[in-house]
């Protein structure tokens, strides 16, 4: 019944006990700035369909304008010692909601054009980077550093050549504070076992390292983020967290036996992850025959109430030399089909825009949940500002021609700022050709199914007025954090 059986954990303690691995050809070219989750190419086709009022961006970008976050008036409350999970005070919600207040303004300056926005996100991002100087607490301390780093480095990079920017003062705040943690987890774990912790500490670990060394220009960081997505030792490695594919295309995802939440931010970091890596010309999404592809299917049609298969899974826990024992998931949590998070969207644009691939449980996912807000539109609590959001105005696209079934040819080259810039791949790497779609059932060739999901997203998306208010109220906003 498998493709592809479990994949067993090595026994070394991170990303030391593997050879880094360079992408051919990009070792020495420049990163592309902006190049994280937006490039410049991004950025003008909202402000451009925004200003046309083209269906879904404007109800995207009215999810954007009707945050609390995205308000020009924003103060920035920036604390020299951040805590969480420990520690007094506990204040790491002061920093969650600054940073997407800063990429907030940020994104809404680049599609309205308002500099008063452009301005309170500079502030606010020059306010942390002056006065932050560790990340304290219990274990929690390394998901602080791996979430609020790579959203900071968003954030930043949105404004990087804003006049009043500290660009230096920003890239010593990342270097020095987020991502030693980031990269310390990798390495040893916190001093546990490589598989005391789920996937999304070590995804949350790899989304900052990767951010870090994009907005800071260190190519050696970048590779290292690349080649532990790809074989490092931890549960966050694409074949660890998802460890079996089977004959229907569906890749079991490890953390659907611990609970919907969990598996939805991991779905969530990992196409975070993707995105920025295939900005700067490194194909994540399409590595190992699409095995991302497959996870993110196998969420989206359990997350949507259907039925999916679970291999039990026994993990090693506890600290090296200290306590140990295991922890078995033997069968996928229950679900709430009305939970949802700001996660489809990339993805799903990603495999049936930009490669013609068919993404059909996730484009159902996508279409439910559009249009897609952002932090403060999913709960007070942390696991609603685990995402940076606003899919659907962001990653909404039009399908790439000739993308039928395979790789695309590279972001298109920029020469800098301007309507007609775009990104080009790192090095000139091209992305790989990837899936190999199973006939039948919803990883059959494009078709129907994502047509019908696009569709309802765009009929969803059609009122931004009180339909808009009514979905937000109807949303259900679980909690829920990234460890």
Known sequence: MLTAAGIGIATGTGIGATALATPAGAADAPLLHPGLLHTRADLDRMAGKVKAGARPYAAGFAELTANRHAQSGWQANPQAVVYRGSGSPENYRILYNDIHAAYQNALRYHVSGEEAHADTAVAILNAWSGKLTRLEGSADRFLAAGLYGYQFANAAELVRDHGDFDLGRARELLLNVFHPLSDDFLTRHNNAVVTNYWPNWDLTAIACVLATGIFCDQRAVVERAVEYFKHGDGMGSVRHAIPVVHEDGLGEWVEAGRDQGHALLGVGLMGTVCEMAWNQGIDLYGYDDSRFLKGAQYVAKWSLGGDVPYTANTRKKGAIGGWSGSETASDVAGVDPGMTRPVWAMIANHYTKRRGLSASYV??????????????????????????????????????????????????????????????????????????????????????GDAAGWAAAAGVSAVAGGLLLLRRRDRVRGGGAAE
Do not use: H, I, M, W
């Open 363 to 448: 484009t159902r996912a996508a279409a439910k949940a559009a249009p897609e807000g952002g932090g403060g539109d999913y709960g007070p609590n942390s696991g609603g500002f685990d995402q940076l959001g606003f899919g659907t105005l962001a990653f909404t696209r039009d399908r790439v021609e000739g993308a039928v079934g395979g790789a695309t040819p590279n972001p298109t080259p920029s020469s800098g700022p301007g309507p007609s810039g775009g990104s080009r791949g790192a090095g000139g790497v091209r992305p790989q050709a990837s899936a190999s779609p199973v006939a039948g059932d919803d990883l059959a060739a494009t078709g129907s």
